[in-house]
């Protein structure tokens, strides 16, 4: 079946460093694939997605590339900054299934320090 | 302003008492669904609905009841609830239409604790 599986946490940055989620995922076809982002107390945002094979996503700073050779979908950010800190998710949708059902992976945690 | 309401925010009730969790969009989607989250196992799909009077079990329903008597309301019911369903639980919805490639909005959240 589908399946995301992403980089346990939690990370612990430096202001300014450069910040790398790992994100494969297991699918049929070919699935959309998101990065969705929890700030605490809050619910989920969608971050970006990529809808198919070496689309880009982008917002805030913060990129992933859909890599179908590698079945992968990490996500990264070149200087992350304190008000980074949050939760990411990794997820996909699958095309054309009958439950348009979101699948996430488990979370990662990102504590970014000044 | 385009959003998801989930109520309540936080919620503590006593094994067994029936309760309900409000959900209501204004973006006329027809998709709607409920997620629990739990610490180590992320989100996870209780019930989606796919249109008006059109209901489906996700991969966590025991426990759960929903109902979609409007296109706007997608109400989640705990009938009795335990001690296993304290959670943080997130209501989604979605154009159906979109083929798939759209993502979902979400609800703030409700935290339950079940004690």
């Known amino acids: 079946g589908n399946s995301v599986t992403q980089m346990e946490g939690p990370v612990t940055l430096s202001e300014e460093a450069f910040l790398t989620i790992n994100c494969t995922y297991t699918a049929t076809g070919y699935p959309s694939l998101f990065w969705y982002v929890q700030y605490p107390g809050e619910g989920l945002q969608l971050l970006l997605k990529a809808t198919k094979a070496d689309d880009k996503g982008s917002n805030k700073g913060f990129e992933a590339t859909y890599r179908k050779e590698t079945t992968s979908f990490h996500l990264e950010k070149g200087s992350v900054q304190v008000s980074d800190s949050a939760v990411y998710f990794c997820a996909l949708r699958a095309v054309g299934g009958a439950t348009n059902k979101l699948i996430f992976g488990t979370g990662t945690l990102l504590a970014v320090q000044p | 302003e385009a959003q998801v309401t989930q109520n309540p925010r936080y919620l503590i009730t006593v094994t067994g008492k029936k309760l309900t969790v409000t959900c209501s969009q204004n973006m006329n989607h027809e998709y709607m669904s409920w997620y629990r989250q739990d610490p180590g196992l992320g989100l996870r799909q209780i019930y989606y609905s796919m249109n008006v009077e059109v209901t489906d079990k996700g991969d966590v329903p025991e426990g759960y009841k929903v109902s979609r008597k409007e296109k706007r309301n997608f109400p989640l019911i705990l009938e009795s609830p335990s001690p296993n369903q304290t959670s943080l639980y997130f209501c989604?919805?979605?154009?159906?239409?979109?083929?798939?490639?759209?993502?979902?909005?979400f609800g703030s959240g409700t935290r339950l604790t079940v004690v």
């Open positions: 989604a919805s979605s154009f159906t239409h979109s083929t798939g490639r759209g993502g979902y909005t």
